[in-house]
DNA sequence: CACCATGACTTGCAATTTGCAAGTGACAGG
DNA sequence: CCTGTCACTTGCAAATTGCAAGTCATGGTG
């Protein structure tokens, strides 16, 4: 077996969040349904984002998201064979999750901004979030 | 310095997805402002939650998240000195991720219960879950 | 045919991060 | 003095990340 992650395999509890984050609990796995979401469909295509995720980060992601079908993965062509990934029904609702995460990002994190789909559905909310003093801590030394 | 974490100092691009998921984008500090969001107070009760948080992981959640401003430490006693945990109101909007989150895991995940406060504001969406067919892969080998 | 180019990954490996167990420091009570 | 509680810290081994480089199938070009 690959020696990349065997993890998430049984609930850490009955918990609706926990057993939620059992599955997209990490910095990269919500991007990546980001990035279909938004319209991306091959492996090269989500390797382009803008955080630079590693490959081998990428392939074990689309694994993981696979086997918890939320996406699905499928050959577009043969000879070569190549590949296009795209959410099921279950993935496209982490919509929602992903809405939410933006709206909390444009209205606490000065300098982000929305996704194109989630622009489009937050119309009038927030301004272009004025680069401004964040109320973070001085960091301890 | 302490040798648990120095990560997360500086955002991995402008999305607000992403920059958000710099801050919670973890299997624990998610369930920690849950925990919060339920009552929970100071650092022994918050130890005692579902999914058993290791120690020095919660001494480390909580350092991020007042880092991050969104928890607030301040001590309820001298003598011995004690302290209470609390939300400020940057991580009490984190509400509507989590309920996302609660939604999605009613929905797709069998046999997961809801949060309190979630349950309250859920009120008619989705029967308490009838445990059956999980439509996840047949584990590959 | 030789050579370069894609697309989609896999492998190696060092650097982080987890997770578990045990230890510490400041008191309070008996 | 001994035991207990709270709030953490330390030590490590094990798991996961991140980066660079390699692989495999096939297509195109000269």
Redesign the interface.
């Known amino acids: 077996?690959s020696p990349t992650t065997k993890a998430y395999e049984f609930?850490?509890?009955?918990?609706?969040?926990?057993?939620?984050?059992?599955?997209v609990?990490?910095?990269w796995s919500?991007?990546v349904i980001?990035d279909l979401l938004q319209g991306k469909k091959t492996y090269s295509e989500l390797l382009e984002?803008?955080?630079?995720i590693p490959t081998n980060i990428l392939a074990d992601r689309l694994?993981r998201l696979?086997?918890?079908?939320v996406i699905e993965k499928s050959a577009y062509q043969q000879r070569p064979v190549r590949f296009t990934y795209a959410l099921t029904a279950?993935g496209r609702?982490?919509g929602?999750?992903?809405?939410?995460?933006?709206?909390?990002?444009?209205?606490?994190?000065p300098?982000?901004?929305?996704?194109d789909i989630?622009t489009r559905r937050l119309s009038a909310s927030a301004p272009p979030t004025a680069r401004a003093r964040n109320?973070?801590?001085p960091?301890?030394?």
Request: proline share 2%; with cysteine; net charge positive.
């Open positions: 077996m609930a850490r509890s009955n918990c609706a969040v926990a057993s939620t984050l059992d599955i609990g990490d910095k919500l991007l980001r984002c803008d955080e630079h694994r696979d086997d918890a079908g279950k609702d982490m929602d999750v992903l809405l939410a995460l933006v709206r909390w990002g444009r209205k606490h994190i300098g982000t901004q929305a996704l989630a109320p973070a801590k960091r301890r030394e």
